[in-house]
């Protein structure tokens, strides 16, 4: 199978201009096949405020009520995401911008109140990979907003992570999928005060003796465990670095 | 040929719900192969507004400057146009929104400084009505916000007019098009206080009679001559008629 590179960013990362510009020239210049997942971040916010919605939080969480709904369908499937695609145009990478409402790629459906009701957010449902495959195996580069639908008229906020790892997981049956995510570090460090410490290779077993260690603890657990989720379900490996190294071969590779 | 109907509404129809409604509804039911091109409308001027971003005019005419030009990506690129994908995938039509940057559909260049500077506006170059003909063939159906791009990496805010009858004429030669303009009236009118009196046909030899008798004249005469263009440039007819009636055969067809 043909491999393809999907590549998550953090909405961040568009906010700066040497960060995003980093991002364009180093995710352009990867050879092949190739999908840029990013994030949405603080503009909405930033927008949002300046259009008196208020940002509404319960138990720390962000609730995207219908207000909200509109300012991130504005900001992250709008002018983040027509950002990115008419930069990478300027690139000679054939970027379509879509959201999962566009062809129907990715369905959710809005998240099921129990304890919060957290408003228009979507928990992925399905992502049509033979579409996307099928569009990319014409040289279409897709830039995916973390936008959902739940095809009853309604857009839904998603997670980007989510986005990266259910695209990754829909297109492994069509390609040799690498899912790289990036982060402030250039991958999981052995010693956090220390940036040249990456950890070059990570595999289940590895991973517990990590574990164990204490060398990989708190918020680290939950993306890793991510990355394994998608291993299993058919993703070659999932890499962890930084934009820097996105075309490098630096950052911590993920595999079975 | 097959055929296409490639429908124009403006930004209004899309501000008020029960416009909306009808276009979303009469657009979801049209048979066969279509495209919906969406203009912008004052969305943009109310959210600028809110932001504090003060539209600006010069001899009348609205300038884009680069505030502007990031107000109208997020409002016509983002809201207007997935608020119209999403719903109708609701309605079983596999909508995609496209700006003109979004596989490189639309290229414009940005509209050289004459007597006046209109900013980031895009005066369009060429439609790739080979990629939208593959598209549309496999069931797509194209929603196409009125933003294009130079391939420089800017956005272009361009008249949606012109992206409809731009889009006409490069899915000409893969379809025959019908060019569907939606205005506030059901046609052309023979008298313009009676509704009810729409010129049901207009060739170039009565357009001629009719400027001469003076029952065409003012703001529908460079209307109809952009119709005659997209005519004579391979579109097989143009129809003027409202929302309520893009699929109901009430208007005015325009032909050669």
Redesign the interface.
């Known amino acids: 199978m043909e491999k393809i590179s999907i590549i998550k960013v953090g909405g961040k990362i568009l906010e700066e201009e040497k960060s995003l510009l980093e991002l364009l020239d180093n995710f352009a210049s990867i050879d092949g096949k190739k999908t840029l997942v990013h994030g949405g971040g603080r503009l909405a916010t930033t927008?949002g405020d300046?259009?008196?919605i208020e940002s509404k939080y319960v138990d720390g969480r962000r609730i995207t009520d219908e207000e909200t709904l509109?300012v991130v369908?504005?900001?992250?499937?709008?002018?983040a995401?027509?950002?990115v695609?008419?930069?990478l145009?300027?690139r000679d990478c054939?970027?379509?911008?879509l959201?999962g409402?566009?062809?129907?790629v990715i369905l959710a459906e809005k998240r099921p109140v129990k304890t919060i009701d957290y408003g228009y957010v979507g928990d992925v449902k399905k992502v049509d990979g033979i579409r996307l495959a099928?569009l990319i195996n014409?040289g279409?580069v897709p830039v995916m907003a973390p936008?959902t639908?739940d095809?009853?008229?309604?857009?839904l906020n998603t997670n980007a992570d989510t986005i990266a790892a259910e695209t990754a997981k829909g297109l492994s049956a069509h390609f040799e999928v690498s899912l790289v995510y990036c982060f402030e570090k250039a991958g999981v460090l052995m010693d956090e005060k220390d940036d040249n410490s990456v950890i070059p290779h990570i595999t289940p077993q590895s991973y517990e003796e990590l574990k164990n260690q204490n060398i990989i603890h708190s918020g680290m657990i939950p993306k890793l465990d991510n990355a394994f989720d998608a291993l299993n379900a058919g993703v070659k490996e999932v890499i962890i670095t930084n934009v820097e190294n996105i075309n490098s071969g630096v950052g911590t590779v993920i595999s079975l």
Chains 1, 2 share one sequence.
């Open positions: 927008i300046k259009l008196g509109q369908t504005m900001v992250y499937g709008g002018l995401n027509k950002t695609v008419s930069q145009q300027a054939n970027a379509l911008g959201t409402a566009d062809m129907n099928s014409t279409i936008l639908h095809k009853q008229g309604h857009m």
